[in-house]
Every structure is written in structure tokens, then in C-alpha cells.
């Protein structure tokens, strides 16, 4: 299998190339469970961030550890986590929807009417592990902005394709995207 390495201040992690359509391939990076990785990613991002907010929110799955390891390291005892469907406990739910490029066809993405209350005014930081063609993280401004809050911030781990191009959202490494063959695009 043709991998990709990536570093992140000491951590050095080599991906696995992995088709998504019949001419691209993305050097799949998952933070999931990377405990690791995401304590350097989140200490490298804070020095990046403005120091002065009251959250951090996240899109389910992969930005929770990240959004965690943020807001504890910053003395912020809680973060929100936009979710991917409405729950049973949710009460009167925000919801847009996304296409994602690592994900088939159309997804959900709820904020939980209570998270929005608290949300309401304040300045918040939006935290996901990689962006991409960044539809996940438009349509979670959508939400977040449909809450009242100000979002003061973007952060990702890695920007790939020409989401390294953007100066909207700070990160702390590029991820190419690459044809069938491993090369780069």
C-alpha cells in the first residue's frame, strides 16, 4: 500500500493513500484515538489561536479529541460538538446540510438546541481535524452563525488540496491530493 508521511511538531505519522473516486486519492489521516497526535496538534494550534474566546466547537467525529485537548490545555472546561444527526435528546435542533469529500452523498449537521442557547453571544473557535474542500466547515459557520454566535477562529491539523491556499483558517501542515498512481496532484 503507497503511503504518504506527514509531521506534526514530533509526531510522524504515514498515511495510507486511499482512493476516492476514479482519478483522486487522499493520504487518509484519522485522529480518532491518536491521543498523541492530537495533544501536539492542539499545543501547536493554541500558540496560533487568539487567546481570548469561550469555546471551542467541532464537527463529528474526527475534530473531538482535537476540540478536547484545546479547550482543556486553554482552561475552557467544556466544547460543543456539532453533530452528523439529530438526536432523541435534542431539543428544537439547528440543521443544514454538507457534502464532504470523504464521506458518500449528502450529510446532516445538527447543533443541539440547548448547545445553541449557550453558544448565543459568545466567540468561538471552529476546530476539525483536516479541511478539504471545506463544505464541512461552512456549513458549520451556518449553524453556528443561525446560533448568534462569532466564530473568531478556524483551526485544522491539515489542509489538503488547495484548502493550503486559504488564509481563512490556520493550520499546521499541507496535505496534497494525489492521482491512482501515489503521485502528487
Not at 446540510?97 to 468561538?124: F, H
Request: aromatic fraction near 4%; proline fraction near 3%.
Amino acid at each position: 500500500m503507497q503511503k504518504y508521511r506527514i509531521t506534526v511538531g514530533d509526531q510522524i505519522r504515514d498515511l495510507p493513500l486511499i482512493p476516492i473516486s476514479d482519478d483522486t486519492a487522499i493520504a487518509s489521516f484519522v485522529l480518532l484515538g491518536d491521543d498523541a497526535m492530537s495533544r501536539t496538534a492542539a499545543e501547536l494550534l493554541i500558540k496560533k489561536l487568539p487567546h481570548k474566546f469561550d469555546y471551542v466547537v467541532t464537527v463529528e467525529s474526527k475534530g473531538i479529541t482535537l476540540a478536547h485537548d484545546i479547550s482543556l490545555l486553554t482552561n475552557h472546561p467544556r466544547s460543543f460538538v456539532i453533530r452528523k444527526s439529530v438526536k432523541s435528546y435534542m431539543k428544537d435542533p439547528l440543521t443544514t446540510t454538507v457534502d464532504s469529500i470523504t464521506t458518500q452523498g449528502q450529510q446532516q449537521l445538527v447543533l443541539d438546541g440547548a448547545d445553541a442557547k449557550e453558544l448565543q453571544g459568545k466567540s468561538v473557535i471552529l476546530v476539525d481535524d483536516v479541511v478539504s474542500t471545506g463544505g464541512s466547515l461552512q456549513s458549520a459557520e451556518k449553524l453556528l452563525k443561525l446560533a448568534g454566535c462569532q466564530i473568531i477562529a478556524k483551526a485544522t491539523i491539515l489542509a489538503e488540496g488547495d484548502a493550503a491556499e486559504r488564509d481563512d483558517v490556520v493550520f499546521l501542515g499541507k496535505l496534497p491530493l494525489f492521482n491512482l498512481d501515489g503521485t502528487i496532484k
